[in-house]
Structures are given as structure tokens and as C-alpha cells.
């Protein structure tokens, strides 16, 4: 009989912690998603925490697809140079298959 006691007392503070590291205040993070439109054009912008994710442009009126412009961030290596994708950024990219 004490085998089933000492079990649940052991558990109990194991369980307490959990609890506890479960009941943390982590603050989410800010996230804006911010909408330009004229005539002609419709631009989203995606920031998290300030920085800006992603950029969609849907043009209006017009046949051709929407497309992304290709942000520079902390991760991916952005230094000049073949193989890297410094080029890459700030170039418009079409979505050929979305899943």
C-alpha cells in the first residue's frame, strides 16, 4: 500500500512543474498585416515583430498573376556572390504551384 502513495507523492511536484512552466506569461508576437490598394494594384504586407515577412502585389484589371517580393532576413545569407541569395532580394517571384 505504500508503493501507490510514494508514487503519487513523487508525481505531485512533478506535475506542480509542469503546471507552472505551462502557466508562464509569454507574450505573443506583434503581427500586422497591412493593406495598400489604388486602381490598379493591391499590396499585402505581413510584419511580425516589426520586421517585414512577406510582400504579395495582386495587380487589378489585368491578366497577369499575383506575385511576392522576396524579403532579406537574418536567415539566409544574403552575401554577394555566386551560389548565395543576395541577389534574390527585393525581386519579384511567381508562385507556380501552391499546396
Partial sequence: MKR???SLLLAAPLSLAATAALALDVP?????QIVLEDDHTRVEELRVRGQTQKVTV?????KAPAYEIIMGDG????SAGPGSTRGAAGQRVWRLLDF
Fill in 4 to 6: 501507490p502513495l510514494l
Fill in 28 to 32: 505573443e508576437p506583434q503581427v500586422k
Fill in 58 to 62: 495582386q495587380p487589378k484589371n489585368s
Fill in 75 to 78: 536567415s539566409r545569407d544574403l
